[in-house]
């Protein structure tokens, strides 16, 4: 069973551009959610989909903003990059309920805004 | 909201001896438990979680942790470790409902032999 899937995994952007991020959860998953890893704040929440639905949005400014599709697949996106956004985003998917469950993350896309 | 606070940021331990991980988590009429280990250039992978029941809970790779209500903790344990237990470990948080997980800043272990 393939694991979930994210693409680009390494990046480098210019302050100012936009990045789109993609993830593929695991098959039969209909929740998927996107954190921000970075050394100096850890591990920050910044939405959750279910079933094309935001169910959940984590306090981020609105240059990021994400989706998902009829097949699960997820997608992230941030504009006018600032230098702060360098950072490994990740992407996790669930079978059940997210807080109970078990959250089944990517290896993430390290994105370097320079 | 809730909030976790790992008390150490980086755990050295040699190979072989045992180790324990805490974590402090804001308090609340009811919340679920994890630990998750990160890999060097990996994703998160679950080592357990606490729902109900039973304060101690066993996880993968020989990992425990006991949740204790009224100190509000949830630490980790290994009574021996290898080298490859080196490694990121982070405490999370749920609420029920809450479609999310508040994690801790994480603690880096570091297995030397």
């Known amino acids: 069973k393939a694991g979930v899937t994210q693409t680009p995994r390494y990046l480098i952007k210019t302050r100012g551009q936009q990045v789109t991020l993609s993830c593929s959860p695991i098959?039969?998953?209909?929740?998927v959610s996107w954190y921000q890893q970075t050394p100096g704040q850890g591990l920050q929440f910044l939405f959750e989909?279910?079933?094309?639905?935001?169910?959940n949005k984590g306090n981020f400014p609105g240059r990021f903003s994400g989706r998902q599709f009829s097949n699960s697949r997820s997608e992230m996106n941030v504009s006018t990059l600032e230098l702060g956004d360098s950072a490994l985003y990740l992407c996790?998917?669930?079978?059940?309920?997210?807080?109970?469950?078990?959250?089944?993350f990517g290896e993430g896309s390290r994105l370097t805004v320079l | 909201a809730q909030s976790v606070t790992q008390l150490d940021s980086q755990v050295p331990v040699f190979e072989e001896a045992p180790v324990e991980l805490r974590c402090n988590y804001s308090?609340?009429?009811?919340?679920?438990l994890f630990w998750y280990v990160q890999y060097p250039n990996q994703g998160l992978q679950l080592l357990l979680k606490?729902?109900?029941?039973?304060?101690l809970v066993k996880g993968i790779n020989g990992f425990e942790a006991e949740f204790n209500k009224s100190q509000t903790s949830f630490h980790l344990r290994k009574p021996s470790v290898h080298i490859s237990d080196t490694a990121e470990y982070f405490c999370?948080?749920?609420?029920?409902?809450?479609?999310?997980?508040?994690f801790g800043a994480g603690t880096t272990v570091t297995v030397r032999a």
């Open positions: 996790a998917s669930s079978y059940g309920d997210v807080a109970s469950g078990e959250l089944f």
């Open positions: 989909y279910f079933s094309e639905t935001q169910r």
């Open positions: 606490y729902l109900s029941g039973s304060t």
């Open positions: 308090s609340s009429v009811s919340v679920y």
């Open positions: 098959s039969g998953h209909r929740s």
């Open positions: 999370a948080v749920s609420d029920p409902g809450d479609y999310k997980l508040s």
